[in-house]
């Protein structure tokens, strides 16, 4: 789903400032991580069940309102997980990053349908170490990556852009060029959100309500970073069915 744009969270942890510790930065993103690759095992969960069961081929061939809310569920979870930081508690947020993970991992089902499965786990490899790599040199570099992050972020826009017109279009070389190009964006996207969530969690006390809440956010984030990644990967590196 190359639609999906990392939610705008991180602007908000400047009304949570607390400190600035090395330490406590560990301890947040540690907790942000832990809770990304919880979403990221439940969405390849139902995916897989999803496609194994015929539950999605059901669902799509079903025809009414029910693919488009398999469709659109993610989007609506995104919407109301960054605006509701102040309204929902961190219970609340869980349980939706949960119900996130799994409505991805079913409007994902197709993926194991579309694509062989050896080509998925060598495409998910790829995403691992790529993934890896980067949030490694986001969270030890120095550099502000803030200018680069506006830029990743204008880039996304036309992204979006192209990848709706292509849908009119069904250009094969448009396709090619928006994969490529959302390889760049979300690999450079996971070094950046990484370094603003080591800021965040460098400004927060960890014990707080705050901290959890800012933590499922941050992990729904970067789970995006991920997922994108791996689509866009998959659609040059992939071997159909």
């Known amino acids: 789903m190359d639609k999906n744009q990392p939610p705008k969270i991180f602007d908000k942890a400047a009304d949570y400032n ?3 510790s090395t330490a406590l930065a560990k301890n947040f993103i ?4 832990s809770w990304m690759v919880v979403g ?6 139902v995916a897989w069940y999803g ?7 059901e669902i799509i061939s079903s025809g009414g309102m029910m693919p488009w809310i398999i ?3 993610p989007f609506a979870f995104i919407l109301a997980m960054n605006f509701g930081l102040e309204k929902f508690s961190a219970t609340t947020l869980t349980v939706m990053f949960i119900a996130f993970s799994a409505c991805m991992g079913l409007s994902l089902s197709s993926v194991f349908l579309l694509y062989s499965l050896g080509s998925v786990f060598q495409v998910f490899a790829v995403t691992a170490g790529t993934f890896g ?5 986001g969270y030890t570099t120095t550099i502000d990556l803030t200018r680069m992050g506006s830029l990743l972020f204008m880039a996304l826009i036309g992204i979006i852009l192209a990848s709706i017109v292509n849908l ?15 390889v760049i964006v979300f690999t ?3 070094a950046y959100d990484t370094q603003r969530i080591k800021r965040i969690g460098m400004s927060i006390d960890n014990e707080s309500s705050t901290a959890s809440k800012l933590a499922i956010l941050a992990a729904t984030s970067l789970y995006l970073d991920f997922i994108n990644l791996f689509l866009f990967l998959l659609r040059l590196l992939g071997r159909r069915n």
């Open 18 to 20: 607390i400190g600035n």
């Open 30 to 33: 540690a907790n942000v991580f």
């Open 40 to 45: 990221l095992i439940t969405t390849a969960a």
């Open 51 to 57: 496609a194994s069961t015929d539950l999605y081929s």
């Open 71 to 73: 469709m659109l569920s």
């Open 133 to 137: 790599i980067m949030a490694i040199a």
């Open 168 to 182: 009119f279009i069904g250009s094969s070389a448009m396709d090619l060029i928006i994969s490529i190009i959302g």
């Open 188 to 190: 450079g996207l996971i």
